[in-house]
């Protein structure tokens, strides 16, 4: 098969490029640690939410500077994030559980790389750091019906001081 | 003699099957500049925002499915009788097809459509996706089987074409517009056998009440192993078209055929193992069947790379057989007021800019950043919104004077559209993009919260709304010319003009007899591909059923 010499050239930069993309996602994952939301968050029964460890969802301390947010995303609101804003204290890594109690929904802090499914019978397990006092929109991204617009919430990173205070 | 005049039946089914598609195109494009206006707020006098999503609903049914269906049918009917220069073996089999698909998009349509008729028991408010457990009307899910099944049949009226002519040409090359339909209908059986078992065996069943629960994630997997290679059933015939028709238009010849061919057997053979790409962010799935899924994606990337390259040497080409010289210089000798050829460049730029944002959201880890915010649908309106639209319109240019054996008529009209379609879509598309960057959703009525403020990456959110609301104006006034035009042409003429156009084909640079046969051998390529699916998609499937078909389970919930 005869192929063109520029032809030949591009295919090699194009495989190059290829590779070289490859290469940039796999570098992510083990040099900064970007991990991918996967099945480590088990599943679960979202017709019984209330028998499983999202009887009672919100932040649960579980050492020194880390703390578990368990979510549940129902039509059209997080529990917690939107009748009260989920608040964890600045220096402290967090880790998400999110599940979803109707209809598929998405979990996303806007402007952020946090951004998760939110699937009947499954749970999203995420960590993120907390570094600075900061005030994120919470957004369902995943369209979940008639209301969809209307869901969306709060995450409040309060100074480490001032959340001991609080106790939350 | 014009391809009516040779195949008067053919150009019937083509004419047809045209006619549905930029019909389905017209209305869905008008629900397409709804939602702009809607959701950026600038006029939110048509639909209430919880009927936007009924609209919503319409406009990816109409344009994602049946749009470009049908357009691919036409122009697929139009290739293969020509290139084979042979009519179908059976004009009431064809019919059949084309009824078939014709009756499931209206029914599906109805259906979604009833959602904005309250006394109607009718709705599918669940988008072109349709996630379980949001329940449609079965009549929705019917209709979408009853449409598949017509295209399934379609390609069956392609390959018994094909037979035919190979039981009279046993040692002839595959024409190459023969072999493109083909590689792109046996990418379609392979990939829509998952949408088909996830209907069929799960939501079909499930919204009759016959089956109490299925599995959400596992019914939204069966969808994106057809939801990527649907994507491919869009472009292919958009590739259809530049590599075959396009060199035409430039006024030269296609560069090299062996590469044409050797482009659409990688897509036949990576289009399917790529379907996790648009579940990076899902629960329930391993990590490292994501990075296969990504590192499939990114070799997908190399057909399309070797398609740009090929293309622009054949438009090249063209440019210095028109006398152009130097440089760049055989760019200003093209037929720029050629709106065949224009739509066509046009669309072939919008893909690059496509390719570009596609290859971000390929990129696993960046994706976070990008999932289901509005720089998704900004991206895949460069590739389905234009590359594969603006080239059908284009290929309607200059296909309907030979279906209808009418001259173009509103020529002028026809110079500006693509333009025009250029224009608006730049708005639009670029604003979307950074909205995305911004954290703005997709999918959704009103992107305006109380609790949440989008800060703008670059350029500030209001400039970004009114940019959107004005290129999806432009755009649909765009697609109004365009329907102008070709039904004008169709309708204004009694088929008996001498045309300016005609369906011969000259001889690629570098023809078939380059290549190695083995490029021909379809059953093996299927082999390949489906080797690669079962890699892809063997595991992760069986541990989704491994805890039971329906479990975790979900109940239907209307919306």
Wanted: proline residues 6%; glycine residues 10%.
């Amino acid at each position: 098969m005869e192929i063109h010499r520029y032809e030949k050239l591009w295919t090699v930069a194009a495989l190059l490029l290829i590779v070289g993309l490859i290469a940039t996602v796999t570098y992510g994952a083990v040099g900064p640690g970007v991990t991918m939301v996967d099945d480590s968050g088990g599943t679960v029964d979202a017709q019984s939410l209330g028998d499983t460890e999202f009887s009672d969802p919100g932040v649960t301390q579980v050492d020194n500077n880390e703390y578990e947010v368990h979510v549940v995303a129902r039509q059209f609101l997080f529990q917690p994030g939107t009748a009260e804003p989920i608040r964890v204290p600045a220096n402290s890594e967090v880790t998400f559980y999110i599940t979803a109690a109707d209809v598929v929904h998405g979990f996303e802090l806007a402007g952020t790389n946090v951004n998760t499914m939110a699937i009947p019978g499954q749970v999203a397990e995420v960590t993120v750091r907390f570094d600075e006092p900061a005030q994120y929109g919470i957004v369902c991204h995943e369209y979940c019906g008639a209301g969809h617009h209307t869901m969306a919430g709060q995450l409040v990173v309060v100074p480490e001081d001032e959340y001991d205070t609080e106790g939350s | 003699m014009a391809y009516v005049d040779d195949f008067p039946t053919d150009a019937r089914i083509v004419r047809w099957n045209m006619a549905v598609a930029f019909l389905a195109l017209g209305v869905g494009g008008l629900f397409g500049m709804v939602q702009a206006l809607h959701r950026t707020g600038v006029f939110r006098g048509f639909v209430s925002s919880a009927d936007y999503y009924t609209v919503l609903t319409g406009h990816g049914v109409l344009l994602a499915l049946v749009f470009t269906t049908f357009a691919l049918a036409g122009l697929f009917t139009w290739g293969v009788t020509r290139s084979l220069d042979r009519s179908l073996p059976s004009p009431r089999f064809s019919m059949a097809w084309f009824s078939l698909m014709l009756v499931g998009a209206i029914t599906a349509a109805v259906t979604i459509l009833g959602g904005l008729v309250p006394s109607m028991p009718l709705s599918a408010d669940v988008l072109y996706t349709f996630y379980a457990p949001m329940k449609a009307h079965p009549l929705f899910y019917i209709g979408l089987t009853l449409f598949i099944v017509g295209s399934w049949l379609a390609g069956v009226d392609w390959f018994r074409t094909y037979w035919h002519w190979r039981g009279d040409n046993p040692d002839e090359r595959i024409p190459l517009q023969t072999f493109m339909v083909l590689t792109t209908m046996l990418m379609w059986y392979i990939s829509s056998a998952g949408v088909a078992v996830e209907v069929l065996f799960f939501l079909l069943p499930w919204s009759l009440g016959l089956i109490a629960e299925v599995d959400p994630l596992l019914t939204r997997t069966l969808f994106w192993y057809f939801g990527h290679p649907v994507v491919y059933f869009w472009l292919m015939p958009a590739y259809f078209i530049w590599y075959t028709v396009l060199p035409k238009l430039s006024g030269g010849r296609l560069f090299s055929d062996p590469l044409a061919r050797v482009v659409f057997v990688l897509f036949l053979l990576l289009s399917t193992p790529v379907g996790f790409h648009h579940q990076y962010v899902d629960p329930g799935i391993p990590e490292g069947f994501k990075f296969i899924a990504m590192t499939n994606t990114m070799f997908l990337l190399l057909p399309s790379l070797l398609t740009a390259f090929t293309v622009v040497a054949s438009i090249e080409h063209g440019g210095r057989q028109r006398g152009g010289e130097g440089r760049l210089g055989w760019l200003r000798t093209l037929p720029w007021d050629e709106p065949a050829f224009a739509g066509c460049v046009l669309a072939g730029l919008m893909f690059a800019a496509g390719g570009f944002s596609g290859m971000i959201n390929a990129g696993m880890n960046i994706n976070y950043l990008v999932h289901n915010t509005l720089w998704v649908p900004g991206h895949f309106h460069l590739t389905v919104g234009t590359a594969s639209a603006l080239t059908f319109m284009a290929a309607g240019y200059w296909l309907f004077p030979q279906i209808t054996g009418n001259r173009l008529r509103f020529r002028t009209l026809a110079t500006i559209q693509p333009y025009l379609w250029f224009i608006g879509m730049t708005f639009m598309s670029n604003a979307m993009h950074r909205a995305g960057l911004a954290g703005i959703p997709r999918r959704t009525a009103e992107p305006q919260y109380d609790s949440v403020t989008f800060q703008g990456v670059v350029g500030g959110v209001s400039e970004m709304r009114l940019q959107i609301a004005l290129g999806g104006t432009l755009l649909f006034v765009a697609l109004l010319l365009f329907l102008i035009v070709v039904f004008g042409t169709w309708l204004g003429g009694d088929g008996t003009d001498s045309l300016r156009v005609n369906s011969s084909i000259p001889a690629p640079l570098s023809g078939p007899e380059h290549s190695p046969k083995i490029l021909d051998n379809l059953k093996l390529w299927t082999a390949v591909a489906i080797v690669l699916i079962v890699l892809a998609y063997g595991l992760p499937l069986s541990a989704l059923v491994a805890d039971g078909l329906f479990a975790p389970g979900s109940p239907p919930i209307p919306v």
